[in-house]
Each structure stands twice: as structure tokens, then as C-alpha cells.
């Protein structure tokens, strides 16, 4: 019997990636749209795991279906792991996603230590309370200036090791197998697998 979970995210991004990656699980997923879930998070945890967290049991309680949330993002070793749980809000709310890439880089400018890597923490939080917890990571380095337009978010920024070309510049199936989000769901999925 296939099992419907709701997705806690409302970045049509995520979305897209954690769809693609989930099917052909045997998991039916919905999203917040679907349900009309129109409520914001507030992301007050100081990690990764905790935001995932608050999201999950938050869309888990309202809709009464397991919500599976994630919580991710660009940790810089040059910006001693900057800007983490920040990197949606990072250089201000209202910036795009390129001017918060352009705003990573002038924050970079002169630094030859380029290393970083992608986190992303996924937590399925089920009625019963019960939560399965994930977590995948993608190492590479900063770049120059933008390329690509494929992807979101810092995508067009990260070169990922073993690379020559950012995210935003590779297919999704490419993407999908070496992301951060990739690695985290199919480590969801196995500990799922145990659950059911």
C-alpha cells in the first residue's frame, strides 16, 4: 500500500529535487499547496536539524499525514561555515538568489581558501510522533563569479569536487546523484524502508 506523506517545504525548488529523487519509492507525496497549508515556519533553531524539525511537526500536526521537511544549506570555510542556517536569508530578506550569490562572493573577495560544502538535514515526523532523521553533505569550493542557470539558490556559485562546472550548470539526474538533498533523501529512504 503506498503511503502519502506531505512535503513541509514551500521553495518550488525543493520541491521539484525532493519529487524527482522520491519517486518510484512507493511514497505518494503531496505538497502544502495540495492540502492549502498557507502558514510560514519560523526557523528560530540554530541548526539544520532543528529548523527540519520545526517544520516537520509543525505541517505534520496540520495536516495529521507524516510531513517530511528539510532544512539546508551553504556552509564557507573562508566565512567560518557562513552563512549556514542563514544561507535563505543571507545579505538580507529580500535579496534573489543570484544577488545573494553576487553578495557571497564580494564577501569572498581576496580569499584564495574557497572550500565548502552543501548540508542538508531531512526529518520525517509521523502522527504517532515517532521521526526518522537524514543527513547528506556535498563538498567543493567556491567560484569566481556565477555560471549556470539550472538549479537555485547558491547553485551557480559551487563547484563540486571532482568538478569543473557548478551545479547550476549540470543536468538534475547529474545533480540529483551528488547533491547534498540526493544523499540526504536516499538516506532517508533507507531508514524508511526499516520503519514501515
Avoid at 543527513?135 to 569543473?164: M, Q, R, W
Wanted: proline share 3%; hydrophobic share 35%.
Amino acid at each position: 500500500m503506498t503511503k502519502k506523506y506531505v512535503l513541509a517545504t514551500a521553495n518550488p525548488g525543493k520541491i521539484s529535487e525532493m519529487r524527482e529523487i522520491l519517486t518510484g519509492l512507493g511514497i505518494e507525496i503531496v505538497t502544502r499547496d495540495d492540502l492549502g497549508i498557507d502558514i510560514t515556519v519560523e526557523e528560530t533553531g540554530d541548526t539544520f536539524y532543528q529548523n527540519a524539525e520545526l517544520k516537520a511537526r509543525a505541517i505534520c500536526e496540520i495536516s495529521g499525514l507524516p510531513a517530511i521537511a528539510d532544512d539546508s544549506g551553504l556552509a564557507v570555510d573562508a566565512l567560518s561555515g557562513d552563512p549556514g542556517v542563514y544561507s535563505s536569508s543571507y545579505g538580507g530578506e529580500s535579496l534573489s538568489s543570484s544577488e545573494r550569490c553576487d553578495f557571497l562572493l564580494k564577501k569572498m573577495e581576496g580569499s584564495e581558501q574557497r572550500r565548502a560544502k552543501f548540508v542538508c538535514v531531512i526529518i520525517c515526523v509521523f502522527p504517532t510522533g515517532e521521526m526518522i532523521t537524514a543527513a547528506g553533505e556535498c563538498h567543493g569550493i567556491i567560484s569566481n563569479a556565477l555560471h549556470g542557470t539550472a538549479g537555485f539558490g547558491y547553485d551557480p556559485v559551487f563547484i563540486p569536487a571532482g568538478y569543473k562546472k557548478t551545479m547550476a550548470e549540470l543536468s538534475s539526474e547529474e545533480k540529483n546523484k551528488i547533491s547534498h538533498r540526493g544523499k540526504a533523501l536516499r538516506n532517508f529512504v533507507k531508514l524508511l524502508e526499516k520503519h514501515s
